[in-house]
């Protein structure tokens, strides 16, 4: 095993699970080791207290001639349940298949470490890099993040920066550099559904009495069409459709189509909202999901039980030109419009955050797409990503910089599931895309 290698086991080993109070003291003990690691790099690294987890960042010395890069990533990570799944023990990394096997690989540390070791390399041949560098990686990314806005607004003035550069998405297919130029946004609610005031019997009362159960059924299903059409009123309004070079784009993206789509998530057929592809509807078209669902008996075998509530918790994935509020009052107004008689509803408001897009012809993204082609030998192709973060539309309204999505996980590599891998030869590539970004963003 590679030195590189041994240390990213090292970060790998913290069970730094954000959202679990009973792992705060390994989430710090997380950041203290990246801001060692960082001391030992040769920067000047900091770790910033916040309400929950800290923040760690780091830079090198500053001149005033050079361009400013700040590099983002997290090292909090997602609860591993159920841990029975797992082929190995999630904190306990080990390298099966040409991939490394742990909770984080992926998500994110093995995408931020590899820009911590570019770096380093670096500074190692040649003393300093050849512009001006930030890092800042958080630990409360998998929780929305509560704390790094009121970080940044506050910090702003040191955290100013040209370009920022984040990998913390996906490669369409091995062997393939992916530039992602878009992010979906995302809203949250969390329904409960109250019916009596306890449980009852389903042979005495039931047909008599409204089941929360059924009305909560009820309710998920009126948030589409039968064709998969989302039937929220207005939920529509002010999307921005797709380009004409993006659609022709995409078609042509190695493991985008319909048929690879399905190969990777098991499913039978593609259905969604009609006339677009498996990859527009992930990248460019706004959904309505359910999370979760509950209520009633859960054991085994029969209880003849009509629930007194039940609950459903719901997504929304956003495209540009959507508004996170107003999208979530519309689906609020929607849930209190439906709701059956004999039930009454309480919704919490979940998260929200904008969608996120840029230009990817812009002389950084141009930067980008030189470095990814060097470090893999093929030009890139350039996408949205169907996923949601959140701060990098809150970074370029704060710091007024776009972000650069070097994404280096592949789709199986089960990011928030059990068995959560990461390439090795990614890991290995992105290295090497690291140094190779910094030296084209210095040329600009």
Partial sequence: MTPELERLFEHLRFPSISTDSRHASDVRANADWLVAQFAKMGLNAELHETAQHPIVVARNKHQNDRKT??????????????????????????????????????????????????????????????????FLIEGEEEIGSPNLVPFLEKHKAELACDIIAVSDTGMVAPGTPTLGYGLRGITCVEVKVHGPSGDLHSGVYGGAVANPASAAARLIASLHQDDGRVAVEGFYDNVIPLEDWEREMWAQVPGANDADFLKVTGSSEVFGEPGYSAAELIWARPTVEVNGMGGGYQGEGSKTVLPAEAMFKLSCRLVPGQNPDQVQEAVIAHLEKHTPPGVRIEIERGHSGKAYHNDPHSVFGKAAQTALEKSFGKAPVLIREGGSIPIIQDMKEILGADSLMLGLALPDCQIHAPNENFAVENFEAGIEMSRALLTELSNL
């Fill in 69 to 134: 890069v700040l590099i983002y990533g997290h090292y909090d990570v997602q609860p591993v349940d159920p841990v029975e799944l797992w082929h190995s023990p999630p904190f306990e990394p080990e390298i099966r298949d040409g991939k490394i096997w742990g909770r984080g690989g992926a998500d994110n540390k093995g995408q931020h470490f590899v820009h911590m070791l570019g770096a380093e390399k670096i500074l190692q041949e040649e003393g300093d890099l050849p512009l001006n560098v930030i």
